[in-house]
């Protein structure tokens, strides 16, 4: 496989590269630039933004990941704060997403890389698309051929086009740890037909441990390492071709991820009829209120199955901090997730695992300052 292109060789345009700390100062403006034109959901603002760092001498690759993905994080960030609201945070990815493209239709890519075809895909039940639509645009921007197939693809259908075009490695990104298992499933499938497999994405870990634990080809950090991690998935093959998830996960064997994911909904059921015994507030809930109490509970769940799904409590407790952030970002405190954790435990009681995850996850939420002094409900 060739050398990847440095940032400069792969700019896609003819103009020439501003020198770095130009290029350093002027993704800084345009950032402030960007993130007041998307709280505005001015896409006009946003493109013209964009295009001038272009015609400044930024590359293309750097607006993508430099100045539109930081953004997006803020954007990420803000909603988890309270201070935009769910509209507002997906108006700013749709802008994101346009500009991606117009970005992508105003550079011209090199042919460095184009013997290697990469197919770019989202884990099934994965909708943030945005991070690997910024990964297939880095690529295109180094020189490779691309195959971008989107948000929640089905392992049955990315194996479908394999068959099809037979690209060199495939590269899979997921941001929820709740669609490890499908990332799992589709990593054995695509090693199956004898295909490398780049994993990235938030889900993955920051170290990529839950990459090495699935069995995957490579882990890349981000776009601008994923060239690397290509080349070493292909050149290395695949690694464990025709094997089982069980070979490379053999705690699943007590069943206990299992059971407790077909069980969802009469879990979520039975602990909110047992939230409105217990705890007095719950009772007066309005209908939006109780239908919101049930998906945090579904997502408690569903986390509490991943981290069963790799065995590590650290999954889930992880979710549970970043709940209790959320949560009192909007004035609720945290402790009132102590009492949905207290009826699952005691749903679970046979199940051992289960009960050491759920007990961290209770340490975690009563280890917080505001827990102690908050009110249930």
């Not at 603002?45 to 964009?50: L, M, N, S, Y």
């Amino acid at each position: 496989m060739t050398a990847p292109l440095t940032t400069q060789e792969s700019a896609g345009s003819h103009r020439e590269d501003a020198p770095a700390g130009d290029a350093s100062r002027v993704c800084r403006e345009t950032r402030e630039l960007l993130w007041a034109a998307v709280l505005q959901r001015d896409e006009r603002a946003a493109a013209r933004t964009v295009f001038a760092a272009l015609d400044a001498g930024v590359t293309a690759e750097q607006v993508l990941l430099d100045v539109i993905a930081p953004v997006q994080t803020t954007v990420g960030e803000e909603w988890a704060a309270g201070r935009i609201n769910v509209a507002q945070e997906h108006a700013a990815t749709a802008i994101h997403e346009r500009v991606i493209a117009a970005v992508a239709l105003h550079s011209d890519a090199p042919d460095t890389h184009g013997d290697v075809r990469v197919a770019v895909a989202c884990v099934d039940g994965e909708w943030h698309a945005l991070p690997a639509r910024i990964l297939a645009e880095v690529l295109r921007a180094r020189g490779f051929a691309v195959d971008f197939l989107g948000a929640q693809v089905p392992t049955p259908h990315l194996i479908g086009h394999l068959h099809q075009t037979g690209p060199d490695v495939v590269a899979l990104s997921s941001s929820l740890p709740t669609r490890l298992p499908a990332a799992h499933a589709a990593i054995t499938a695509v090693q199956a037909v004898g295909t490398p497999v780049v994993t990235g994405g938030a889900a993955f870990g920051t170290d990529g441990r839950y990459a090495g634990l699935l069995g995957a080809d490579g882990w890349a950090r981000d776009a601008r390492d994923a060239p690397r991690a290509i080349g070493e998935a292909i050149d290395g093959g695949v690694r464990t071709p025709f094997h089982q998830p069980i070979d490379d996960l053999p705690h699943l064997a007590d069943q206990e991820y299992t059971l407790i994911s077909r069980s969802r909904p009469e879990l979520v059921r039975t602990t909110m009829t047992g939230l409105e015994e217990r705890v007095p507030a719950v009772r007066a809930y309005t209908a939006g209120q109780r239908e919101r109490t049930s998906e945090d509970v579904a997502h408690i769940v569903d986390f509490l199955a991943a981290s069963l799904y790799t065995d590590d409590r650290a999954l889930f407790g992880g979710f549970l901090g970043w709940t209790g952030d959320i949560l009192e970002a909007r004035g609720v405190p945290a402790a009132v997730l102590l009492p949905g954790l207290e009826l699952l435990s005691e749903e679970l009681k046979d199940f051992p695992r289960a009960l050491r995850h759920l007990a961290h996850g209770r340490a975690t939420v009563a280890a917080r300052p505001k827990a102690a002094s908050g009110q249930q409900a």
